[in-house]
């Protein structure tokens, strides 16, 4: 079974950084684009950042372009996004995924089919 089991969510004030981790069980994802997800309440899931398999590509949403950065170690088969300078509308639950292929980051979130269980992100103002 696929699990993907996220960490480090929390309360932080504006201005503030987190650091999310998410750890991979069940297969090895060292062949796979993985990434970050979030939903705010009332909004829809968005995407915010993604990495090629190899390490060598990254995408983020231009929400959150040049505050967060997304990283991954293969050889824990772990993926972690560094949040700095968070904002209040950054307040949401944040999800790891894996993918198939990488570029199914762009096409949309429907084509993502392995998700965590998510890992709340509250920014106070």
């Known amino acids: 079974q696929v699990r993907l089991v996220e960490s480090g969510g929390g309360l932080v004030q504006a201005g503030g950084s987190l650091t999310l981790s998410c750890a991979a069980y069940g297969r090895t994802f060292s062949d796979s684009p993985m990434g970050w997800f979030r939903q705010a309440p009332g909004k829809e899931r968005e995407f915010v950042a993604a990495i090629s398999w190899s390490g060598t590509s990254t995408y983020y949403a231009d929400s959150v372009k040049g505050r967060f950065t997304i990283s991954g170690d293969n050889a824990k088969n772990a993926v972690y996004l560094r949040m700095n300078s968070l904002r209040p509308a950054d307040t949401a639950v944040y999800y790891c995924?894996?993918?198939?292929?990488?570029?199914?980051?762009?096409?949309?979130?429907?084509?993502?089919?392995?998700w965590g269980q998510g890992t709340q992100v509250t920014v106070s103002s």
């Open positions: 995924t894996a993918a198939h292929d990488y570029d199914d980051y762009y096409r949309g979130l429907s084509w993502i089919p392995y």
